[in-house]
Every structure is written in C-alpha cells, then in structure tokens.
C-alpha cells in the first residue's frame, strides 16, 4: 500500500492564511450566532453546531478550488463557510426566509450553494457520501483535474455506503477525498463504542486508498494533508482518505448541553487545543497578523453576523404558493 | 381500574419496560436507546434497568442492525429495533422487506419471524425533508408485515405490548410529535389491544371522519368545531392499517352517507386512497358524495413553518373538505 | 413512416442507444450491464459501441452504485442505473427517496437531477418471492419521482426517450416477462411520448379496464373475451402514475359507468387503490357499481407455478370481475 | 491483529472423511441431476449450480455442531447438503412441490432447514449476512457455544452489509464466521473487475477480526481452518474470516453454458483442480477408502437421486388453498 508523506507542513502564502483564519472566525460566530438565535425563539427546529471543528472544514476547503466540489453532513456549517459561502442567505435559512440559500425550504440542515460547488449538507448520516463519489465520477469524465470532498463524522463511518463507495472510488480512480471529522462523539456516545477494528486508516488501506490521520485542531496540517491527496487526485490516482480528530464544544443540537455523556475535563481538555486560538498564535508568531489586526477582526465578524440576523429577521417567510414549486424541473 | 395520565412516550416506555421484564427474549436496539435513552426518551432508564445485552446502542448501520434483528428473531428472539426517524427506514428497507416479510412464507412455515420495528413519522417539527416523512403506506403494502399507527397514549400502550408479543414482524410507528405533548390516561392494570379493530374516537352521525395516528387530535377538533354548526362528525381510528378494520369504516359510512380522510403521509398512492377505495367499495350503495382524501400535499416537506404547515392536514383543512362533502351531498 | 417489430427489450435497448448517442453525457451503469449486455439483453452491443465509460459494470452495491448516480446526476450527468431485479430496489431505496427525489426542492431549485432509474417487475417465471414483485406504488408515492410503466414496445422506446431527457428523476418500471415475450411495431424514425397521457388501448363503452405495464396484455385478451359475450370494454394505460392522466379515465368512466383496475403489484396499499380512488371521486355520479380492484394478491409470491399463477391477475380473473361490475349495475 | 496460524491441517478420523466425501458426492450428483431436471423441463424456474466448488460447503459445514447455524445464498445446494440437508426434500422444492421443504413455496434459491440450523438459502446477495450475525448475536445470549456460519460469494463481498455488520460482530465478540467462496466471478463478470484493494482478509483484518485464505478445493485445508475460526467462536473471540478461492465448472444459471466471458483453459485448469478427484485420491492414498467403495458410494449416490426425482415427480403441487398460508404465523 503506497503511503501518503507524513504531513510535512507546506508552505502557505499570507494570504491565504489570513482567508483560513477569517473564515475560521466566520464559522465560528456562525454557530455562536445561531445558538442565540435559537435561543431567542428566532429561528424553527434546530441546530447542529460544530463551534470547535472549525480547522477541519476551512483547512480541507482552502486546500480546494472554487470548481471542486464538496458534500457535507447535519453539521454542516463550517463546511460551507470554508468553501466560501456567505453567511447572509445562511443566516436566512436557518431561519427558514425566503432570501436564505434554499428559499427556506432546505433549513438548517440542508444548506447548498451549488455555484460554490457546495452539494448540500444532508440529513441522512453518510447521505453525502454516495453524492460526493457521484460527483468525483462527474469531475473524472470531464477532465479537468477537478476534485470531490466529502465530509462525514465518526458515526457516518459505519455506514455500509462508505464502504460500497470506496470500493468503486478505488476501482475506477476517482478524484474523491473522504474526510473523517471525528468529534470523538455521535449523537451520545463515544465513537469508541461503535467503531470496531484497526482504525479508519486501516479500513481506507484495505479498500486500497492511502489514509492519513491529522490532528483536526491544527488548521495548517489538516491543509497540508489535504493538499497532498488532492493533488494525488488531481494526478489522476484515486481516492484518498483523511481523518480528522476534533471535538464539538456544544451539544448533538442547540436543545442539548453536551454534558450529559462527556465530562468537563473530556471539554475543558479539547478547548485547551481551540483551533482559533491555536492559529492565533501562529499567525502572530509569524508575524501574519498584529493582536490588534486580530481584533479588528473579530469585530468586523461579529458586526457582519449581527446584521445577516438582522437581515434574516427581516426578510420575509417564503409565500406559500412556492411550496409546489421544485419539486420537479 | 386506576389510571393516571402519560404522555405518548411514557405508554411506550411502559410497555417495553413491562415486556422486557414478561419476556427474556425481548431485546430492544438503536441508535443511542441505551445509556441516553433515547432521543425521544422512550427507553429511559430501560438500559439501567435491563442492562447493556437487553438494551443496545448500535453503530450508525440501520442495514446492518436490522439485518442481525432478523437473524435473531428467526433464532428464537424478539429484537425491537428502533429507526429514530421514519425517513431512515429507507436504509433497511431490504432487511424489512425482503427477508423478515417473506421468510416465514418462503421456508413454508418453518420460521417465525417475531419482530418489532418501531419508527416514528410525523412532520411539523421544522426539521426538514429528510426528518418529517410519513412511510406507513409503504408497508401496509408489503405482505407479511403489520401495521400499527396508534393516536393516544393509551392505544400505543395496549397496541404495543400487542405487537410485543406477536409472531410476526410488526412495523410500529410513532408521530413524534405526540411524544411529549399529547397526554392521556393509561390505566395501571395491565392490558393490550388487538390487532384489526378500529376504535371509535367520538360518535357521530352526519359524516364520517377517519383519522390514524396524530391526525386524530385534529379530526376531533375539527369534529368539536362541526359540533359548533351543528354537523354531528363520527372520528374512527383504524389504529392498525394491516390488519385493516374494514368493517368498522364500512359501517360507520353506510350510516353516515359520506366520508373524510385524514392522514399524515403523502396523499397519492398512501394510506387516503386505500381508505378511500375500501370505502367507496363497501359503502358504494350509501355514499351521497364522494370520499373526500386529505392527506399530506405531494411536495418533499418544506422546512419554513410556512410552507410546512400549508402540507399537512390541519383542524381548518378538515372541516373545509367536510363542508365539501356536505354540500356535494346536496347537489 | 415505416415500422418494424421489435420485442420490448429490444425498444428499451434502441432507446438507450439512440440517446447514448445523442447526449455525450448520458451513461448506464449496473450489474453486467457492460460487456456481457444485461441480463435481459437490454444493453445488448452498447459497451461495445459506446465504451467501458459509458456502460459501465459496478459491483454488487446497489446503494453504492445509485448513490455515485445521483452525484453525477447533480453534476451535469444523466445517469442510468440499472436495478436488475426490481425487488432489489430496497437497497437503494435511501439514495432514490432521500436523495434523489428530494434534492432539487431542498436546495430551492439549485440543482436538477436528470437521472433515470431503470427496475424490472413481474412475476410469472417461477423466480420466488425475491425476484418478482412489482414495487411502483412505492415511488409513485414520494414526491419528486416521475413513474413509468409502458406495456408495449412502442410506448417502451417512446416513454424511456422522454424519460432519457427528463430533469428529474423518473423510475422506469419494466416487466421483465414482456422482454422477449412481447413484439410491437415500433417505427423507424424517431418519436418521444409524453409523460402524463394515459392511451386507449381499445376503445369501448360498456366498462372500463385499467390496466397497466405487462397486465395490458391479459386485459386485452379479457376484452375480446368479453366482446364474444357482447359486452363492449374499453381499455386504458394510463402509461405513467406519476404524473397520471386522471381526466382520461374519469371521462372513460363517466361515459362506461363501470371499471375494473388491474395491476400486477400487491393490491392492498396499492396502485388499484389509487386509480380507484381517484375514479370513485371522479366519476362518482356516473358510476352504477363500484370500482373492481384486481391487484396480486397479498402474499409473497410463491415459487411452485400452481401457487404463483393464483396470486397474479389473469384474463379469466378480469373477466370475473367485469361480470361481477355488471351484475352490481343491475341491482 | 491477532494471527491464525495457517492452516495447519488437524487430523481428521476415518468416519468423518467418508461423511465428508459422501457429501460432496452428494452434493455433485445434486447439482448435476437439477441440470437434468431442468433440461427435461421437469422444473419451473432457473437454477443456480455450484457444481465444483464441494470442498467449500462441506469443508465448512462438517466442522460445525448441529445446532450451529448457516445462512447460504442463491448458490446454495451444497451448503444444504453440507449441513446435513436431505435431497429427496430439496428436489422436490426445486420441483415446487407440496413435499419440498418450504412446500413448494421457496423454490431453488429458497431451501431451509431450520432443524438443522440451515436458516435459508437468501435470493438477495449478502442477504444471508445480516441473518447470520443476529443469530450470531441469539448464539452469545445462549451462551452454549454455538456458532454461525454466513456463507456468500466474491461478489457479495462488497455488499455494504458485509461491513456493517463486520462491525458490530467483532464490537460484540459475535460467534460469527464469514465464509466467502471466491468462485472467481459474479454473475458474468471477474471478481478482480469488481473488487479494490488489498483482499478481502485485508478488509477482515481492518475491521478487527482475523481473516484466512484457503485453497477452496481442498476440502481438508476449508475444514482445518473452519474448525479453528469456530473453535475461536465458541471460546468467545469473536468473528473471523475465511475466504475460499474456487471455481463453479457451470454457467451462472442452468440457462448459461458458463463459456462466453470464461475461457476453456481457465475450465479446464479448474476442473484438473476438482475437489472431488483430489479428495479421492486421498482417502485412497490414506487407506480411507478402496477404489471400489468410491465406485459404491458413486452409484449409491447416483440411485438416490434417481429416487429423489421419481419421488419429486410424482408429488403433487400443494393445494392452491395453501397460497394464503403462512404470511403470518
Ligand atoms: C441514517 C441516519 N441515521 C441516524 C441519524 C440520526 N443522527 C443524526 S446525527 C447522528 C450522529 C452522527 O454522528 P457523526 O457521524 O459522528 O457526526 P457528528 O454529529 O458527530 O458531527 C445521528 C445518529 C441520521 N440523521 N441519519
Ligand atoms: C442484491 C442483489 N443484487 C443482484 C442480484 C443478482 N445476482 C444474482 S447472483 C449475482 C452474482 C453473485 O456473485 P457472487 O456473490 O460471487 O456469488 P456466485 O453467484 O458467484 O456464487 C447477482 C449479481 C441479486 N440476486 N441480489
Ligand atoms: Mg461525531
Ligand atoms: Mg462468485
């Protein structure tokens, strides 16, 4: 089984470091943002926050281009954050209006923004998977060196589709990436308790992918990481998988406090690695960004977020003679 | 007898309490129904009680789950295994139909195949296409399985420990909505429901509304509401679709000359039209207006209140389509 | 306009052909359905003609397989996966029904997902309760699917060139009894029929005969029984369930005042309940019996041909049920 | 991972081996009179022939106890025959008569047993699985030591159930064995088109439970190692693995010669391989068996079948009353 390199880290531009880690602000306001809309009663259902994950999803999409696609999961938020989507038609359909990316007919979990190459979070765990091969199946016909990503969490993994696809992802080459978001949890239970055997790594190795695991708090390694397989499928060799360990800070949704089955030390010990923070640091080090330019930055996320609930409030509920429309093209 | 109040989720939650302890063999599976609970609290304090081997949290592999369910009911076991939402049923559709149905059948009776599927259904909860689907249609189509859509508390109960004992594979499903709020009294005393008998929920004379699962509580209310203008609305719960209470429909249409369908699944090709042909058959000679099908509208389920609230049948809808029958009649 | 005959695997292999060729992004994929050409010789020469890229053989994962289908639909392909027996569907019911139907009104219209779902049905060969059931009434009850059922070769070719440049997502229903056994004229130069208009199959004014897919073919012969004893039948295909031409049958009803339904899938839950539903209320006044429902019957279906042939509609059973609507008219 | 040891061959006693060659005698002449039966239209249906691959299923089947379990797949005659299964009632359920043993009502791809544990022939690939592993699951509540046996093919392999379930087997120390007869092809098409990776004891062995390849054809090599992965079973390890490269010498049905995507050699090499011939060369060589007990056993069998068809043919069809008969218990 041929070895993906061991993460040496890559060169990345300033630029393109100050992008990650503004999104990575913008992902994590979003779910901060959302929690308190919840709470206010602002928005219907409820919400899967992923505020701790945010390396994962900005350092697997910035290591992609506009034209690759990606396919994400009921926790989906940051993924479309880091392929660039805006949190303004966000915002709105998470509070089902009609200016939200879907019309507010998809909702919290099903948002899409098909022109950023965003497939759409989805609802069915390991639902995304089938769609992200499909789309690696689209890329490798059109030859055009572009990719598909798809995310799934450490539940999402036992789910036979995983299996069935990378067996076909293999077969045929196709530019697909899997990318393993272990938060350590499914909904209430750990990920030890219902993931036999070796490891995913083993598992990708014995479909005949290269599998690498990364720490998913460390945005630069989870870049470089992904950078290497993408190219790898760029080049034409196939599927690649990648897992991410990582951690939610909240609950399974915004109604559950997550306390219940983790300890606080389990929490206290995985805010102690916060990804934000963590790149923080290095970006000060490396003297990409001042304290102050941080600041000004979170600022600047913070207002933007206050005016797309603004925004969201105002904005109308879809009329009610749109509901019989898209069903059918 | 003495009878205290329960919700929807607490009579479910007895009765597999009660039947866990009646029965060695019942074993209840899923996604998080052990040490949580449930994500709708029916096995509360059900993994404390029977232990992990009685109690199971599964990996995310409905395929897979289900399919050791089968194995183990044809194996002298009663396995419960729970699809958190009825949309995910689709994933082990192969393992419902193709081999717990049919095994009994086709080894020529050599197996039983004593199995509870329990799911819910149910839409109105702003959660989205893939969170709000209603499937019983589906099943109530396939030979071999069972059918129960129960409307209170006190039916889940007695329809439940029902199906908890049965030989055969049953699909169970449950409106999540009524979980937490619809409550309602379920005596001490043990007692179960047959299989195949509707129940009347409220007597009536002038129409005939059938309504299953949570569909009822609006169909009495709109019931309540007809009463206001003097329209007497008989409300018959079918409670299980296979075996189907035909008769009971049948009879109450033949007195009142007319019907209303109500159901929570899509209304083409689901449950409305066979409720409505077995009607129109049986109670051909006394129907004085077409069978009026309010089922779900035939759009994937719209996540903005708005929108989702227009798709599922409602108290206004209801006594809308009585209105129609009423004045079809006087053509 | 110059005809041949084909048989109805040959129409649906024309059809694949003629559209591989004319949509570079079309491809098919399935369980041998490359170099060896189906197992019902549907695909016949393709891989020879178009490539391994084109027609392309998977492995044994049916949800795999129609998952990738679906990305490459949302990606600008038009997929054609092959579900070579229909009862095997249950595997990839979560891509279809979840994914498939749902994800165009989820994005809001973002995305089409011109893909089109190839499955057999019917029973008849001594196949077992496995390999011969006849599902469409699932999918025509979830919303964003098309449904198809063509009973000859010319509405075969017709319906599938539609369905092959169709946006959304259509499952083409063959009965896989009809592949060799039916001949059709099917003309030379190229045609397309429209989704949604049922066809008079023979024309009549006594009754009316629904029929649909392979069971055309019994009503037929159950009309020229029935015109030997002087009753007139009339029989229609409504073609598709969804969508389906209501007007046309209602208005054959109206003029008839009697129908039978006749359908090769389970009867309880099923199409007959939809059409006969849809007949009662749309024809209610002019109907003098009720509707005749002749679906399987509800029984997995059994190997031993004695049995099988009792569960499956058949001319004398129809024609049964056309006297039993005509006795009920005398009353 | 833990390692079997490879295949040392135990030791088998005399009664055992000529049980063993009785069944695969059996389970030849089975396959080769329903080809018969077929062709003389004495049979409604198709039928699926594993004639050639005898070592498996008896190899497996006679290092089980009674009352352990098999589930067989649309290729399942010997797995029958193996278990102990009686002819006689299986041709007359080829033949869909009322003396068959699901009365008629399974047909070929449907045979059952389930007194002798033989849980059913499964006409949906890996269909078989998922059985398995429950009655896997009721063996460990028993707490008897019994075992389950899923018997599949090359193809089914990369049914997602497969995984699935592969998970929860070794998460629950299942007494599961996976019997995967490598018959070289699916329906009409080579296995190595169809499956990636690193084999399939990779797969087993990334999914945590250890896994065997073995020469299919050598009946003593299946049982070996089926005795040390059920003996692994009863102590309470969990599942294992065991794949099995063989051969079908038919079509994939009665109605396909088995030549057009095959080639004569590739046969031919096969069938200068038979389990059978090699078998007898052994039991002769060992002194088991004389040249003229095997020609005995040969015309035994022969007469048997003979029988089994004459009975078959003159059973009645069951009474058509019996088509509303157990649809529900
Ligand atoms: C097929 C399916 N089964 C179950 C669920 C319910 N469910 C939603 S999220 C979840 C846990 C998912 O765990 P994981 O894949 O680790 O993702 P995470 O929530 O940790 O991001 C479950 C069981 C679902 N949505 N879909
Ligand atoms: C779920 C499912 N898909 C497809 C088929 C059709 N089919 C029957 S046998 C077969 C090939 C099976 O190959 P393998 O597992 O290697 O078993 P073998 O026939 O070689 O014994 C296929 C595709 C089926 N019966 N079930
Ligand atoms: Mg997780
Ligand atoms: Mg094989």
Known sequence: MERLSQIAEVVVDRDTMIEMYHRMLLARAFEETVFDVYRRGWMPGLAHLADGQEAVPVGVCMALRPDDTITSTHRGHGHIIGKGGQVEPMMAEVMGKATGYCRGKGGEMHIADVKLGILGANGIVGGGIGIAAGSAFTAKREGKGRVSVAFFGDGAINQGIWYETANMAVLWKLPLIYVCENNQYTEYTNYRKLQAGEGLVARAEAMGMPGLEVDGNDVLAVYSATLEMVERARRGEGPSMLVCHTFRYGGHHVGDPGTKYRTKEEIEEWKAKDPIVRFEKVLVERGVLSPGDIEEMHSKVEKRLAAAVEAGRNAPYPDVSEVTEHVYA | ?331
């Open chain 2, 1 to 331: 007898m003495s009878t205290r109040e329960l919700t929807f989720a607490q009579a479910i939650r007895e009765a597999l309490d009660e039947e866990l302890a009646r029965d060695p063999n019942l074993f209840i599976l899923g996604e998080d129904v052990g040490a949580w609970g449930g994500v709708f609290r029916c096995t509360e304090g059900l993994y404390e009680k029977y232990g992990p081997d009685r109690v199971i949290d599964t990996p995310l592999s409905e395929e897979g789950f289900v399919g050791l369910a089968v194995g183990a009911a044809m194996t002298g076991m009663h396995p419960v295994p729970e699809i958190m939402f009825g949309d995910f049923i689709t994933l082990a559709m192969d393992q419902i139909v193709n081999q717990a149905a049919k095994m009994r059948y086709m080894t020529g009776g050599q197996v039983k195949v004593p199995i509870t599927f329990r799911a819910t259904m149910g839409a109105g909860r702003s959660s989205g296409a893939q969170h709000s689907q209603s499937w019983h249609a589906w099943f109530a189509h396939v030979p071999g399985l069972k059918v129960v859509v129960p409307s209170t508390p006190y039916d889940a109960k007695g329809l439940l420990k029902t199906a908890l004992r049965e030989p055969n594979p049953v699909v169970f499903f449950e409106d999540k909505v009524m979980y937490a709020k619809i409550k309602g009294p379920v005596p001490e005393e043990e007692y179960t429901i047959p299989f195949g008998k509707a129940d009347i929920k409220r007597e009536g004379s002038d129409i005939t509304l059938v309504a299953l699962s949570r569909m009822v509580h609006p169909t009495l209310a709109a019931a309540e509401m007809l009463a206001k203008e003097g329209i007497s609305a008989e409300v018959i719960d079918p409670r299980t679709l296979t075996p189907l209470d035909e008769e009971t429909l049948i009879q109450s249409v033949c007195k009142t000359g007319g019907a209303v369908i109500v159901d929570e699944g899509y209304n083409r090709f689901g449950v409305t039209a066979e409720l409505a042909a077995v009607i129109a058959y049986g109670a051909f000679d006394y129907l004085d207006a077409p069978v009026e099908r309010l089922g779900a509208m035939d759009v994937p389920i719209p996540f903005s209140p708005p929108l989702e609230f227009t798709t599922i049948p409602d108290e206004q809808k209801i006594v809308e389509r009585v209105h129609k029958v009423l004045e079809g009649r006087r053509r």
